[in-house]
């Protein structure tokens, strides 16, 4: 790929990404405030994040696996449901993540 090509797509990505976030600004206010848009506004980014959480636990290679990480998910899951603090919950994926390599799965 020739360096033309790359910058010229780097500079369409850059006037993409400025003309999206102009449309977002132009958006008027009394759009923004109907019920359902701001019920969306408030699920979407969570959907966004759980979609990530699967993609980055169950898949290597672009193949669906079940290993380690999904353990540490799984405890994680669990000790958000006894209301755990943050840093207990990343503590324990990672402390179950690590045991279940350790343990060769």
């Known amino acids: ?12 990505t850059a006037l993409g990404c400025y003309l999206l976030k102009l449309a977002g600004l132009l958006v008027p206010a009394h759009a923004l405030e109907r019920p359902l848009v701001r019920r ?20 290597a290679g672009g193949a669906l696996v079940v290993d380690a990480r999904a353990a540490g998910l799984g405890a994680a ?13 990343v503590a324990v994926a990672v402390g179950v993540t690590a045991g279940a390599r350790a343990l060769g799965w």
């Open 77 to 89: 899951g669990l000790a958000l449901v006894l209301r755990a603090p943050f840093l207990v919950v």
């Open 1 to 12: 790929m020739s360096t033309t090509v790359v910058w010229a797509a780097i500079g369409l």
């Open 40 to 59: 969306l506004a408030g699920l979407v980014p969570v959907a966004l994040l759980a979609a990530l959480i699967a993609q980055q636990s169950f898949s």
